[in-house]
T-cell receptor, first 115, second 114 residues
């Protein structure tokens, strides 16, 4: 069964440093998403991406965040200057057709710890 | 603001017990509803979904959920749980309008003892 792959599974970074979280979506999927879950809280939508541009983003996704599809396979989330409150599990997802949760495939997540 | 409430934070059951996990949402329009499961160390997996039609939806692994529009609820049920059902369960809503974001509840941890 096709999978969404996320690397690394766990990343520890110092406050103020830049981090890049990587995702390889399913190859024939066209829509890509990032969600995050702060420990003990709900899974929150960050951003969706289609046709090489952001199609929707939440209030969380401020200027510190950016996404990119640098090549035909990777989809990255960059946090420019990490804060302690960015510590969370970050989930990538992809879908063949536009969202509404139908056909989403999630990755296993990257646990980001900012110290 | 739209929100999803899962009232049970942690549920502990013995094998063969029946399960019901509550989910309520606050959105007055048409919605699409989902239950996701996350087994330890694994990714979020879709258990079942409701878009329209029969409000009783059957999913994988013997799970079902009932959409009650008047109560804004979409509770998850299973008649007899197994140890392998130990996982975190998330209810999610997508308002049926432009936009693709899923709104998740906080999740319920289910622990099943053998």
């Amino acid at each position: 069964e096709p999978e969404v792959t996320q690397t690394p599974s766990h990343q520890v970074t110092q406050m103020g440093q830049e981090v890049i979280l990587r995702c390889v979506p399913i190859s024939n999927h066209l829509y890509f998403y990032w969600y995050r879950q702060i420990l003990g809280q709900k899974v929150e939508f960050l951003v969706s991406f289609y046709n090489n541009e952001i199609s929707e983003k939440s209030e969380i996704f401020d200027d510190q965040f950016s996404v990119e599809r640098p090549d035909g396979s990777n989809f990255t989330l960059k946090i420019r200057s990490t804060k302690l409150e960015d510590s969370a599990m970050y989930f990538c997802a992809s879908s063949e057709v536009q969202g509404q949760g139908y056909g989403y495939t999630f990755g296993s997540g990257t646990r980001l710890t900012v110290v | 603001a739209q929100s999803v409430s899962q009232h049970n934070h942690h549920v502990i059951l013995s094998e063969a017990a029946s399960l019901e996990l509550g989910c309520n949402y606050s959105y007055g329009g048409t919605v699409n509803l989902f239950w996701y499961v996350q087994y330890p160390g694994q990714h979020l997996q879709l258990l079942l979904k409701y878009f329209s039609g029969d409000p009783l939806v059957k999913g994988i692994k013997g799970f079902e959920a009932e959409f009650i529009k008047s109560k804004f609820s979409f509770n998850l049920r299973k008649p007899s749980v197994q140890w392998s059902d130990t996982a975190e369960y998330f209810c999610a809503v997508n308002p049926n309008q432009a936009g693709t974001a899923l709104i998740f509840g906080k999740g319920t941890t289910l622990s099943v003892s053998s």
